[in-house]
Nanobody
């Protein structure tokens, strides 16, 4: 059994900042790329940022320069530092992880999501 537990969401004013965290636990032999996605009602889930196990990052154009993804491999944790928040950043943010199980199979797993609301 594998769990991805997100935290750090909340209500913030435009221009504010938040730090999201996601901890992976369970039957994971090796973690590969991890990432953050977001979804608003009636829209498809979209990529926000990804990071490989080696630290290479990729960002959606809409968040470049405002969001920073990082990870702590020793803690199986990925972070998303979000700043200069805009109302259009309001969404449920989901953590994603790709990993190798002890049995040698690869999986993609999702967290339950954390709500970020940007409003004055």
């Amino acid at each position: 059994q594998v769990q991805l537990v997100e935290s750090g969401g909340g209500l913030v004013q435009p221009g504010g900042s938040l730090r999201l965290s996601c901890v992976a636990s369970g039957s994971i032999f090796r973690l590969y790329a991890m990432g953050w996605y977001r979804q608003t009602p009636g829209k498809q889930r979209e990529l926000v940022a990804t990071i490989t196990s080696g630290g290479s990052t990729n960002y959606a154009d809409s968040v470049k320069g405002r969001f920073t993804i990082s990870r702590d491999n020793a803690k199986n944790t990925v972070y998303l530092q979000i700043s200069s928040l805009r109302p259009e950043d309001t969404a449920v943010y989901y953590c994603n992880a790709n990993f190798l199980s002890p049995a040698g199979s690869t999986y993609t797993w999702w967290g339950q999501g954390t709500q970020v609301t940007v409003s004055s």
